[in-house]
Each structure stands twice: as C-alpha cells, then as structure tokens.
C-alpha cells in the first residue's frame, strides 16, 4: 500500500531560501526544484505572504503565522455575527434538519446576505461550548470531535505469491499437478458458517471436494492438504480470501508453493470456478452444508468426474486422470 505524504509547512530556512532566489530571479520551478517541494506549494507561498508585491522572509512568515492562527479561531464570528447564529440554529433544528454541511453550501451558493462559513467551522463552534446545546439536532447527536485511531497496515494474507511469479507453462495446462482451489459457503440467510473446500487439477479437470465446519485459516489448510494426498502437486493457485492465510500449511503439507490470483480476477483460476458451478448443480445458491453429509458431496464429485467432458476429447476426469499418471497412493475413486 502506498502511503500517502502528508503536508509539511515551509521552515523558516526556506522561506529565506525561497527570498534569495528569488532576488536571483530564479523561477517558481527552479525554486521548487532547488527547495525539494511542489512549484505548487512555492507559488502558493509567494502569492499568500506576499506584500506588496514583495516576498520578504521575516514577513512572511509573520503573516502565515497570523493566518494560521486566524483559521484555528474562524468558528468565533458565528457568535460574532447573530444573524448568522440565529440562521445556523435554525436550520439545524426541526422541521428543518439540515446538516453543517448543508448550512454552509447555502450560505455559498444561494444568498450573499450572511457572511460565508465552511461546515468544518460550523463543526468546531458545535463542539465547543457555545454551541453545545445544539449538538443535538446533529443526525450523529454527537457532542465531541470524533476520535480519529491511527490506522496500521494489516497484511491480510502474508508472504503471498502474485500469480505473476506462477511459472509460464503452468498457464498452458500441459504439466500435471497443477492444482486451483477455491470455497464453495452456504446461503447468508442460514447463518451457517459451513462450506465445501473444492480443488480441481489444471489439465485432467480431476475433482476433489470436502465438507468443512467452518473457513477458518489452519482448519481450511488442513482440508485443502488432505484433499490433495495422494495426488501429484506441483504449484497451487487461489484467490484472496481471509481462509487463505495459512497457505503455508499447505506447502509444507504437499511442497507446492501457492500463487494468488490478482484482486477482482476470478477468471485466473476458472478451472475451479467452472467445477464451483457444477458442483451448483447438485447444492445450488440457498443450501446450507450444515444439511450437507459428505457421502452426498463425494456422490456429486464422482458423478462429475466419471462423465465425459467435451474439453478432455469425451473422456472423463477419471479416466483422463489414469491416463496421464496424475494419481499417485493407489488413490481409488
């Protein structure tokens, strides 16, 4: 994740900086390229604390320091001013109900008589206390600033393989023992937190599905490695889920690195995702597994993979899975 840069004023060694190049008749981009900053932060310092036409260091930052001082206060001229204090009431209160926000776009945009004040500021005179007692008719009814807590990279799913990295021939379908792997979760009516944990080989299309009890990350781990015993396994592909984070369980169980989809692309593991909508056939949208015994769900899985399939030359997975020397373990099916 890329963090965004946060906005640092211009010291006082820049400002003098900014004043001799600029007695050198530098340009506002020379200038920022000299100082490190934005020609935007430059031309905007030059034009606001200016005077007279003239950028004297010392000045200019008496000025900003007024300014900024002046802003952090701008909420008082609503107690200043009771017309606008009486407006502002007014329209918070019912029938009314308007928000700060509201308030503010009007006194902008649709009459000139009132002095114009932001909704920051309307906030700021809201939350102190002046305007405390009509904090009320806010919709949040909310008397104090509300708390911003830092905010810390999570890293959802560590040390993952972009698909990117997956190599190229696993893309043609050719070699054996590439493996997809996805979830298949109940209906969200039924607030049942069982699903299947579904794996299809890349080139014999072979199924494997397992009834689990829930996605947790070290118990769906474990029921993707115990599908996958017995099996050749060379590389494993998955999406993005939260049930994921444990892949390195997985590894450890086959050897086999795991590569993850890109965020929204589906289609990079569509060999699982079409078995998903088969498997649709016999549970489809709405059943909760938690009704599900697995002798139903290995009675699906092996009526898909014992029919022909077009993309195998009407041969079936099965069938296909032999030929090529995929099962490994005397695995039965």
């Not at 008749?25 to 935007?40: D, H, T, V, W």
């Given at each position: ?5 946060r ?16 007695k ?5 981009r020379?200038?920022a ?21 003239k950028?004297?260091?010392k000045?200019?930052?008496a ?23 009486d ?14 926000k ?5 006194l ?12 920051p500021?309307i ?20 008397y ?9 990279d ?34 969200k009516?039924s607030?049942?937190k069982?699903?299947?944990a579904?794996?299809?080989e ?11 009890p829930?996605?947790?990350?070290r118990?769906?781990a474990?029921?993707?490695s115990s599908?996958?015993?017995g ?8 999406d ?17 690195k ?13 060999g ?30 092996n ?14 997975a ?10 490994l ?5």
């Amino acid at each position: 994740m890329v963090k965004k840069k946060r906005y640092v004023g211009l010291s006082d060694a820049e400002r003098c900086e900014i004043a001799i190049l600029i007695k050198r008749k530098c340009s506002q981009r020379e200038i920022a390229i000299a100082l490190g900053r934005s020609p935007n932060t430059i031309n905007r310092e030059i034009k606001v604390n200016s005077i007279a036409g003239k950028y004297i260091a010392k000045k200019a930052k008496a000025k900003s320091r007024i300014s900024r001082r002046s802003r952090r206060f701008q909420w008082y001229k609503i107690e200043q001013n009771n017309e606008l204090k009486d407006f502002i009431i007014e329209k918070l209160k019912p029938p009314n109900d308007w928000s700060p926000k509201a308030i503010s776009g009007y006194l902008k945009d649709q009459q000139t008589e009132l002095p114009y004040v932001s909704s920051p500021q309307i906030y700021h005179w809201l939350f102190s206390s002046l305007g405390q007692p009509y904090c009320q008719y806010l919709c949040t009814k909310r008397y104090h600033k509300k708390k911003r807590t830092k905010k810390t990279d999570r890293v959802m799913i560590p040390d993952r393989n972009p698909i990117s990295e997956r190599p190229d021939i696993v893309e043609d379908r050719i070699e054996l023992g590439n493996w997809e792997f996805d979830s298949v979760v109940s209906s969200k009516r039924s607030k049942s937190k069982f699903a299947l944990a579904v794996a299809q080989e890349r080139t014999t299309r072979l199924l494997q599905a397992k009834l689990v009890p829930n996605l947790k990350p070290r118990p769906y781990a474990k029921a993707i490695s115990s599908l996958l015993s017995g099996h050749l396994v060379l590389t494993l592909t998955t999406d993005n889920g939260i049930e994921n984070k444990q892949h390195k369980l997985i590894t450890k169980s086959t050897g086999a690195k795991v590569y993850f989809t890109d965020p929204y692309s589906s289609y990079q593991k569509g060999g699982v995702e079409n078995a998903n909508k088969m498997l649709r056939r016999y549970f489809p949208k709405g059943t909760n597994f938690a009704n599900i015994t697995q002798a139903q769900v290995d009675l699906a899985v092996n009526t898909i993979n014992n029919k022909p399939r077009c993309i195998l030359g009407y041969k079936s997975a099965i069938q296909y899975a032999v030929e090529k020397g995929l099962l490994l373990g005397g695995v039965s099916y």
